[in-house]
């Protein structure tokens, strides 16, 4: 049975993401070695792991909890020098519906823990859904950067493929 | 503010996803060139596209209506020999939270309409949300295929990519 009534889908936290990153913490680079990033899975979910530690990759699913929304369809990042991009050509979390979708390498698993390398959430984030990445279905070599200019957004994007907060 | 009541999330249908693939249909094999795939967004999402047509690539967020639930949590693929999988290490669309994630193709966008490669969505599938997928942050050229035997099922994933329908 599907959580359907009219257009209005209903989704349940299976887990919470876990990061050096809090919440209030004040935009600065941090040291994530020292960090740990991690899922806890909840427990009654623990089998649907079964062999996901195979994967380079996965996909985690999550629900941006922490953001102010305010329906805005054109955004500006500051650190794109503020062109104008609309919501949907963009990663920004203030979206129509609030969910993040990060690829993260998979440490180990241990019991209900997924240790992974950085994710750029917060810790405490709900988390939605794993996925494994998978070569053929996901891994695009002839992908781009969009309107992003790759030169001089290489160093950022870093920042947020290892979960490190940095001013924008 | 969030949609958020405890570990619950609500989220809107924002679009449909139309496929020459019907809920109905006999799997059997389509010339999907001759098919049309597209994404109809709400009109009142439509500024949110701006320069979403940079991008070679976009993932398609979507909620799957189609599928009977049981929550279980080792599911055995039958082209995969029927070798036990956890749900989270599988694309089943049968998961906790019925999210389907596909990389499609942006070949041209009018208005609100994304005219798309093949995605394995059934007709009028409720769409969740739109992302780029950019190169450094969601290429990644060391993926690897997991517990899914490579040389086996480069043909079927290849059907997935393309949206053919085909027995499983």
Known sequence: MNDV???????????????PNKNKAPHQTLDNDQGEFKIVLDK???????LLDNF??????????????DNKMIISPPWAN????????SRSPNRPNPIGISVVKVKKIIDNIIYISGIDAFDGTPLLDIKPYIDQLDAKSDANYGWVNKEDNENHLALHIQGIPHKH
């Open 44 to 50: 009654k979910f623990v089998k649907g792991l079964h």
């Open 82 to 89: 503020q062109q104008d991009v609309g919501v949907f050509a």
């Open 5 to 19: 009534s009219g257009n209005l889908f209903v989704l349940n936290s299976i887990g919470i993401i876990h990061s």
């Open 56 to 69: 380079n990759y996965i996909y985690v699913i999550y629900y941006l909890d922490k953001v102010m929304r």
